[in-house]
């Protein structure tokens, strides 16, 4: 089975802090992706990565970086924290884009106050 | 640009109930259409899946049709139990013709199921 493992399930951070969510997965899959969740908007994609040290943005960069160094390693960062991006963070990954299955760590639920 | 519109929730539906869920997708192409399942506290996980037209996914109950005349995939399940109360996603990929390009979800539809 595919495991995609998050940092942390709940995080409460100040405005203005630096943040770091770590997505880790043991399947060796080429592509990761973030996603952010909110109420009535639905999944929308931040960041995704489809090779090591390879990044592209995705719908909603602004505020956000990634750094993949290791194949396995895919971090979301949030250089100054504020409170509008107080969110669900959803971590994915797939071997092949198209029709492959995409598979979804359990969510970080990030409030910054 | 691709794009998948599903019907806003929240839904909810008594024990035994049957269930739709509508969504239908705007693409260039041919791709290929998924449901993803949310439950409570939980990532999403795939639940079913179709890669072309005419394609029927299931899984747990659940079914799908690929109908490319009416750009639809609408999730159907006859009769629901508590345990489906979640959040259901519709997604299409565009099948990789273009690349490197991921899912496009829709903004999702929570199912409240009542004994």
């Known amino acids: 089975d595919v495991k995609v493992t998050q940092s942390s399930r709940y995080l409460v951070k100040r405005t203005g802090e630096k943040v770091f969510l770590e997505c880790v997965q043991d399947m060796d899959h080429e592509n990761m992706f973030w996603y952010r969740q909110d109420p009535g908007l639905g999944l929308r994609l931040i960041y995704f990565?489809?090779?090591?040290?390879?990044?592209e943005k995705g719908d909603i960069p602004e505020g956000y970086s990634v750094s993949r160094e290791k194949k396995e390693r895919f971090s979301l960062i949030l250089e100054s924290a504020s409170t509008n991006q107080t969110s669900m963070y959803l971590c994915a990954t797939t071997d092949f884009m198209g029709n492959y299955e995409q598979y979804f760590g359990p969510g970080t639920r990030l409030t910054v106050t | 640009g691709n794009s998948v519109t599903q019907m806003e929730g929240p839904v909810t539906l008594s024990e035994e109930a049957f269930l739709t869920i509508n969504c239908t997708y705007t693409a260039t192409g041919y791709p290929s259409l998924f449901w993803y399942v949310q439950y409570p506290g939980e990532g999403l996980q795939l639940l079913l899946k179709a890669t072309k037209a005419d394609d029927k996914g299931s899984n747990k109950g659940f079914e799908a049709t690929y109908r490319k005349e009416t750009t639809s995939f609408h999730l159907e399940k006859g009769s629901v139990q508590v345990s489906d109360s979640a959040v259901y996603f519709c997604?299409?990929?565009?099948?990789?013709?273009?690349?490197?390009?991921?899912?496009?979800f829709g903004k999702g539809t929570r199912l409240s199921v009542i004994a």
């Open positions: 990565s489809y090779d090591v040290k390879m990044k």
């Open positions: 997604a299409l990929s565009d099948g990789g013709n273009s690349g490197n390009t991921p899912l496009v």
